[in-house]
């Protein structure tokens, strides 16, 4: 196992036995790297997990769970994809690490036959539903890539089904696992931003996200591009957005009341149906407001979670904090000034001005969250899995972080779909 992956996990389990009372209860899935008793499967036992859907995510799920399986004493059962390319490129993986999975085409095998203790659900969105409520009714625990589902009922169907079944349903967002969110959420929680009054949080590609089609062969399009479809997807709300709506959740600790948005296909006018321009606003409780946007023809400003308050801000994606009480934030005022006058922007001496500080970004380059941020929280994710497969259960709250992620991404599309700002409908609230 790498040294980087082994510190971090070790760094979790550090912050499971010592975090503050604020930091367990903000993050109980940190539990998974505690030492509490296994009441599901016992330590000895392998872990038999089968990964369905077996794209691009689905391969890279494989590929991380090998990096710590056979210490975890973990193995992939089965594999399960209706495009065989992609299950041969699976088999490819485990064959190299010497695992061999039975294949399916249909995952009611998976079920049926190999009946593993969990599956992995790496399918395109709207598939997801389907296959997570029939493991749930054979009592096979689920681990759900992100979003959850591409309408709200199914989302809420698949919630109530791992209720009634009592399994465990993990959702792919895999940031609840990584050290720098948790170290800086735990800042957050403890009051060292202060009153947070905005998160701003976006992400920006310049591509037009599109996957090459098998031979060029337009018959393929709309199973390999579904992500551009809106049978299929919600674009860079459900592939994009749903995660940064779970950071912004985590860190305020309360879910949206309400969410407005627009959007637009400014540039990517191929026939896609998914919008490549979306901006919302959702709004919470106490005032604080998430101001989002997404776009895929710029990538100047890459993709960022900043979370401001009145004492600081966290950015969690560069891994930095920057204070608000930092005296160079004010220093350059003066030389602005003198600049702004040497280059005549201003006609006149603004009069009055003693206080006058020009209103530019700060140049603080603030400081690391934690050091070493080379690691993969997929993997942390994974192993947090399997630790709860062992122990019987995993928290509530982490399942729920995933549901109330999923619900206002989609909700944030009927948003930009009706022009109207949207509450949470009742038959949603759990
Ligand atoms: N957590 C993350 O950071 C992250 C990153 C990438 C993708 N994802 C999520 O993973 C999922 C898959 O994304 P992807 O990029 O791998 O897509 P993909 O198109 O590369 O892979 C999907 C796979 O599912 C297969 N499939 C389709 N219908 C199926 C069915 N009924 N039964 C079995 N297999 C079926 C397809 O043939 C394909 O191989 C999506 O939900 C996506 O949002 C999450």
Redesign the pocket.
């Known amino acids: 196992m790498n040294k980087i992956y082994q510190s971090r996990r070790d760094f979790l389990r550090n912050l499971a036995i010592t975090g503050s009372v604020a930091t367990l209860a903000a993050s109980p899935w940190l539990g998974a790297f505690s030492n509490t008793p296994f009441k599901g499967k016992g330590p000895n036992d392998k872990v038999r997990l089968s990964v369905?859907?077996?794209?691009?995510?689905?391969r890279q799920l494989l590929r991380l769970l090998f990096t710590f399986a056979s210490e975890a004493n973990v193995t992939v059962s089965s594999l399960?994809?209706?495009?065989a390319p992609?299950l041969e490129e699976a088999l490819e993986i485990c064959h190299l690490n010497g695992v061999k999975p039975k294949t399916y085409t249909d995952?009611r095998d998976v079920i049926e036959k190999d009946k593993p203790d969990a599956v992995l659900i790496?399918?395109?969105?709207h598939?997801?539903a389907r296959a997570t409520i029939d493991c749930f009714s054979a009592g096979i625990h689920v681990f759900c890539?992100?979003?959850m589902a591409r309408t709200l009922d199914d989302t809420r169907a698949m919630y109530d089904a791992h209720i009634a079944s009592n399994r465990i349903l993990v959702v792919?967002h895999?940031r609840l696992f990584n050290p720098v969110y948790l170290e800086g959420m735990q800042r957050i929680h403890n009051g060292e931003l202060g009153t947070i009054g905005q998160i701003r949080a976006y992400w920006h590609r310049n591509n037009d996200w599109r996957r090459p089609l098998p031979n060029n062969d337009m018959k393929f399009e709309r199973q390999?591009n579904?992500r551009l479809y809106k049978e299929y997807s919600a674009g860079l709300l459900t592939?994009l957005m749903s995660?940064q709506i779970q950071v912004a959740n985590w860190a305020l600790q309360q879910s949206p009341v309400s969410v407005m948005g627009t959007a637009s296909i400014r540039f990517w006018r191929d026939g896609r149906e998914v919008h490549d321009n979306v901006a919302l606003i959702y709004s919470y409780a106490d005032g604080t407001k998430c101001i989002y946007d997404s776009m895929i023809s710029n990538k100047k400003y890459g993709l960022e979670e900043q979370i401001m308050g009145h004492l600081g801000t966290i950015e969690f994606e560069t891994n930095r904090q920057y204070s608000e009480k930092d005296e160079s934030i004010k220093a350059p005022g003066i030389q602005q000034m003198i600049s702004d006058i040497e280059n005549k922007v201003f006609d006149k001496l603004p009069i009055g001005g003693a206080s006058w500080v020009p209103e530019i970004a700060v140049g603080d380059q603030g400081k690391k969250i934690i050091e070493n941020d080379q690691f993969s929280d997929t993997a942390l994710q994974l192993e947090a899995l399997v630790n709860f497969i062992r122990k019987g259960s995993a928290p509530e709250k982490l399942t729920k972080e995933g549901y109330n992620a999923s619900i206002w991404t989609l909700l944030g599309e009927n948003a930009i779909d009706t022009g109207q700002e949207l509450k949470m409908p009742e038959k949603y609230i759990i």
């Open positions: 369905i859907g077996t794209g691009i995510r689905g399960c994809d209706n495009f992609h995952y790496a399918t395109p969105l598939e997801h890539e992100k979003s792919g895999q390999i579904w592939e995660h």
